[in-house]
């Protein structure tokens, strides 16, 4: 894992400072977002350490893919950027590619990306109380999604960046047991 986040780092500053340059972080969000997409399906990821293919045919093969997904606004050099891939065996590091790009596009835009992860759909006033106390305590833009996991029994667990706030029954049941148990 350390090793797939070390090789794609490079290719993730270099699509970044493309995407500065343009001033489209959000063209380039949704291009990686495709390209993951398509690399992700079975029937390309089975194709990427094919020998039979070269790296002409695969990228060929996934920029027609990604094409058909709809066109992004960063236009022919999202095709580049699937050959370079290609032609170095490395599109099957575009999902860590993706994530450290969203990663250096939040700290340029000051922002951060946060998970709320509840036993319960949340109301929309939840969610907004929520999103507005995480941007008090971290000083920055919240992008706040909410995923609802039945198995947390009830209360919420949210994570932004390094900061994970666990208010779940499950945790706090499990807490319990291990106290009564040493106790």
Do not use: C
């Amino acid at each position: 894992m350390a090793e797939a986040t070390t090789l794609a780092r490079p290719y993730a500053k270099a699509v970044f400072g493309l995407a500065q340059q343009a001033g489209d972080f959000a063209g380039w969000s949704d291009a990686l977002g495709k390209i993951t997409a398509v690399v992700s399906n079975p029937a390309i990821a089975g194709l990427l350490n094919s020998p039979q293919l070269t790296a002409t045919e695969l990228a060929s093969s996934v920029n027609d893919v990604v094409g058909q997904l709809g066109a992004s606004s960063a236009g022919d050099k999202v095709g580049n950027f699937v050959n370079l891939l290609a032609e170095n065996r490395r599109l099957g590091l575009i999902a860590d590619i993706a994530a450290q790009f969203e990663v250096l596009r939040n700290e340029a835009e000051n922002s951060v990306d946060a998970v709320m992860r509840s036993a319960t759909q949340p109301t929309d006033a939840q969610v907004e109380a929520v999103r507005q106390g995480l941007e008090k305590k971290l000083g920055r833009d919240v992008k706040l999604s909410v995923v609802v996991d039945e198995s947390l029994l009830g209360g919420a667990l949210i994570q932004a960046g390094d900061l994970v706030i666990d208010g779940t029954v499950k945790t706090k049941l499990a807490r319990l047991s291990s106290s009564l148990a040493h106790g």
